[in-house]
């Protein structure tokens, strides 16, 4: 079982090199880092857990910088996305900052990618929610394409580029673990089996049957019987029962959430959490 963590990392918060040196040196395998890149004040998207949107998130670092940021100060540490807005980037800049990002973490680097819940935000970037899905699974295809050991052309639906040169390439042929974050449904796990390692969900609710329905759709896919999809459960506050019961359901990987507060109050979390360890 391995334990990682995330935070809404800001400016005003605990500095992603200090989180990092402190996840290595207490044995933590990993930390994952959401995406934000403004808040519009007028929206009718609803905060994704009701209420008003706490105040950090308009606030977030880059999560590829921080990262970045976090690889240099740290060996072990795993360090990941939960989640990246593939939608909201150029496929030809993002896969060249997630392939350096990846060599600079020497292969620890995971990309979690979501397809967002904020259409205001969303639509800044000029992304049609209605094809918001298609456009992360192009934007996925086309930057694989640059990953591929050798100069390989494609052409998407939503973008297109020929044969080139592109360089780093990211440790792992095809790219890094990819897991893709969103509610359980017949359209994301169509999407996992086609063409991710696996499923980055932030809710355990009903996760037994969600897991079923997601190995069936791996199965009739023809992904490798013997490697079912991997399941990374986000944004867990933990308890020990709850972290053995998902584990019996198939869970290998927790990422528990920290606080937004200072450092004081994430590192009190940490040692609390350690016991999960």
Do not use: C
Not at 244 to 251: I, K, S, Y
């Amino acid at each position: 079982m391995r334990i990682a963590t995330t935070a809404v990392l800001t400016d005003e918060t605990i500095s992603p090199a200090r989180l990092a040196r402190e996840l290595e040196e207490r044995g933590f395998d990993g930390l994952y880092l959401p995406e934000h890149t403004h808040i519009p004040i007028s929206r009718e998207s609803p905060s994704p857990m009701g209420g008003e949107l706490p105040r950090d998130y308009g606030r977030t670092l880059d999560p590829l910088v921080a990262l970045a940021t976090a690889a240099s100060v740290t060996t072990r540490l795993h360090l990941g996305t939960s989640i990246l807005l593939a939608a909201q980037h150029d496929p030809i800049v993002l896969a060249k900052q997630i392939a350096t990002l990846d060599l600079l973490a020497q292969g620890r680097f995971t990309l979690g990618v979501g397809f967002g819940w904020n259409a205001e935000e969303a639509a800044d970037h000029g992304v049609e929610w209605r094809t918001r899905r298609a456009l992360v699974r192009d934007r996925i295809a086309l930057m694989r394409a640059l990953w591929a050991p050798e100069p390989t052309p494609y052409e998407g639906e939503f973008g297109s580029v020929p044969a080139s040169h592109a360089h780093p390439k990211p440790s792992r042929t095809g790219g890094p673990r990819l897991l893709l974050g969103g509610a359980p449904g017949p359209t994301l796990f169509a999407h996992i089996a086609e063409y991710a390692d696996g499923w980055m969900p932030n809710s355990g609710r009903g996760l037994g049957d969600s897991l079923a329905r997601l190995r069936t759709a791996w199965q009739e896919a023809g992904r490798a019987p013997g490697q079912p999809p991997e399941v990374v459960l986000s944004y867990v506050l933990p308890s020990p029962g709850k972290l053995a019961h998902f584990r019996e359901q198939g869970v290998e990987e927790f990422v528990l959430l920290l606080p937004s507060g200072d450092e004081r109050d994430v590192l009190r979390t940490l040692d609390d959490y350690a016991q999960y360890l």
